[in-house]
């Protein structure tokens, strides 16, 4: 064990033995009972560990209680949000209907072909037919 190494495992896991990795603990353990300067770091390490150990937070107050429940979102009911819902599909439903609606005025009219003497060309047949008669 060398000097470096014992500072790392007492500075890293405090000065308590049973928190220090198993595998180095004999050897760190012989090395404290064998170096007075080790010793001396074990007895910081343990008033740190001491103060560490009491320091207490205090328990909120009811004021700060109240705040954080205060400044909290409050929840909204079922209903609410069936009917934010509802209103959502509502709407698209409108888009769909108007656009329906403006397509059924401003689209152009079909001519009713059953009225119509006019012959129909299509591409099977516009061969025998003669295009200057097409007014």
């Given at each position: 064990m060398t000097p470096e190494r014992f500072r790392e495992?007492?500075?890293?896991?405090?000065?308590?033995?049973r928190r220090w990795p198993e595998t180095e603990r004999a050897a760190?353990?012989?090395f404290a009972r064998g170096n007075?300067?080790?010793r001396h770091?074990?007895?910081r390490e343990a008033d740190l560990d001491r103060r560490l150990g009491a320091y207490r937070i205090a328990p909120p107050g009811r004021a700060l209680t109240g705040a954080v429940v205060a400044a909290a979102p409050s929840r909204r009911s079922s209903?609410?949000?069936?009917l934010q819902g509802l209103g959502i599909v509502g709407a698209?439903?409108?888009?769909a209907v108007a656009g329906a609606f403006?397509?059924?005025i401003y689209a152009p009219s079909v001519p009713n072909l059953i009225d119509d003497d006019r012959p129909i060309l299509t591409s099977f047949d516009a061969g025998d037919f003669d295009l200057g008669e097409i007014q």
């Open positions: 495992i007492v500075e890293a896991y405090g000065a308590a033995p760190a353990e012989a007075a300067e080790a770091m074990l007895a209903w609410t949000s069936v698209g439903l409108a888009g403006l397509m059924a």
